[in-house]
T-cell receptor, first 115, second 116 residues
Framework: GQQLNQSPQSMFIQEGEDVSMNCTSSSIFNTWLWYKQDPGEGPVLLIALYKAGELTSNGRLTAQFGITRKDSFLNISASIPSDVGIYFCAGQLTLVDNQGGKLIFGQGTELSVKP | DTEVTQTPKHLVMGMTNKKSLKCEQHMGHRAMYWYKQKAKKPPELMFVYSYEKLSINESVPSRFSPECPNSSLLNLHLHALQPEDSALYLC???????????????FGAGSRLTVL
């Protein structure tokens, strides 16, 4: 089936550092979503992107919808301990792929922040 | 109300038991989803209900039986499960389930299932 390549798989950083993670695909997506999941909880939406080239911020988080519609990145600035968790990208396929509406998830990036 | 509520939070069951997971949302969302998630892996889609009708079944074994009694409720009935079915079961909802529309899913906190 369709897959998203999310990298890196894990990151160990110092508090205050900036973080960058990205997702790439061979398919064109019409929506990119970024979720964060804390242990024992469900994923929580961080940022939703709807147009190619769109750059959106949510506090210290910034995400972009790649111009080719096949990639997206998420940046976190000045990380803090509560940023710890697993970050998932998710893409929604376009109609022509016959699976429109279905979300495809990346494998996740596990972030650890050392105080 | 912007939440998806799942009960129970934890469930332990034997392989011969019958149990149910419940999910509720009051956001007016017309699409509801069941996902299965193993530790540190992405959620895997199981079922999608759109306007209270089953629209997607991702070849899930029949020991999992979904039910959507109304637009706010979604159940997952469990029977004769296997230990490998132990996982976090996530319910989600979205405003709509149409190919041309963006599907922003709101997830519940999940039900942690352990099959002995």
């Amino acid at each position: 089936g369709q897959q998203l390549n999310q990298s890196p798989q894990s990151m160990f950083i110092q508090e205050g550092e900036d973080v960058s993670m990205n997702c790439t695909s061979s398919s064109i997506f019409n929506t990119w979503l970024w979720y964060k999941q804390d242990p024992g909880e469900g994923p929580v939406l961080l940022i939703a992107l709807y147009k190619a080239g769109e750059l959106t911020s949510n506090g210290r988080l910034t995400a972009q919808f790649g111009i080719t519609r096949k990639d997206s990145f998420l940046n976190i600035s000045a990380s803090i301990p509560s940023d710890v968790g697993i970050y998932f990208c998710a893409g929604q396929l376009t109609l022509v792929d016959n699976q429109g509406g279905k979300l495809i998830f990346g494998q996740g990036t596990e972030l650890s922040v050392k105080p | 109300d912007t939440e998806v509520t799942q009960t129970p939070k934890h469930l332990v069951m034997g392989m011969t038991n019958k149990k149910s997971l419940k999910c509720e949302q009051h956001m007016g969302h017309r699409a509801m989803y069941w996902y299965k998630q193993k530790a540190k892996k992405p959620p895997e889609l199981m079922f999608v209900y759109s306007y209270e009708k089953l629209s997607i079944n991702e070849s899930v074994p029949s020991r999992f039986s979904p039910e959507c009694p109304n637009s706010s409720l979604l159940n997952l009935h469990l029977h004769a499960l296997q230990p490998e079915d132990s996982a976090l079961y996530l319910c989600a909802s979205s405003l709509r389930d149409r190919p041309s529309g963006a599907n922003v899913l709101t997830f519940g906190a999940g039900s942690r299932l352990t099959v002995l």
